[in-house]
C-alpha cells in the first residue's frame, strides 16, 4: 500500500519560497507517477506539477510554470516540490499523490487519476 507523508509547508510573504517534501513509502517500480496537487475548501482539486520518472518527464500547471519545480531523489523515496515567487493566490492545502498504474502520467490521463495521496501540508502566502 502506497503511503505518503508531506511537510514543508508554512506561512510566507508574496515573494517568498518554500520547499515542500513527500516520503513515498510502499511504491517500489522503478518507473513511478508522482505529483502534487493543491486544493483549497470549497473548490476543484487543482494540479500543481507531476513527474514520470522513467525519463524524468514533468507537467506543470500553467499557473506555477517558472516559478515551481518538481525533483525527486529515488535513493530517498522523497519527492519534492520547490515553489518561488509565491503568490496569495497559491495559498492552499497541497497533497502529494501517486498512481502506481501511472495513469495520470499517460496520454489523456487527469489530475483525478491519482490512487493515493497524503494528507497534506498547508502553504499560505500573504500578500
Known amino acids: 500500500q502506497v503511503q505518503l507523508v508531506e511537510s514543508g509547508g508554512g506561512s510566507v510573504e508574496a515573494g517568498g519560497s518554500l520547499r515542500l517534501s513527500c516520503v513515498i513509502s510502499?511504491?517500489?517500480?522503478?518507473?513511478?507517477?508522482i505529483g502534487w496537487f493543491r486544493q483549497v475548501p470549497g473548490k476543484e482539486r487543482e494540479g500543481v506539477a507531476r513527474?514520470?520518472?522513467?525519463?524524468?518527464?514533468?507537467h506543470y500547471a500553467d499557473s506555477v510554470k517558472g516559478r515551481f519545480t518538481i525533483s525527486q531523489d529515488s535513493a530517498k523515496n522523497t519527492l519534492y516540490l520547490q515553489m518561488n515567487s509565491l503568490k496569495p493566490e497559491d495559498t492552499a492545502m497541497y497533497h502529494c499523490a501517486a498512481d502506481p498504474k501511472l495513469r495520470p502520467c499517460l496520454y489523456g490521463g487527469s489530475w483525478y487519476d491519482f490512487a493515493a495521496w497524503g494528507q497534506g501540508t498547508q502553504v499560505s502566502v500573504s500578500s
Open positions: 513527474i514520470f520518472t522513467g525519463g524524468d518527464r514533468t
Open positions: 510502499g511504491y517500489t517500480a522503478s518507473r513511478k507517477c
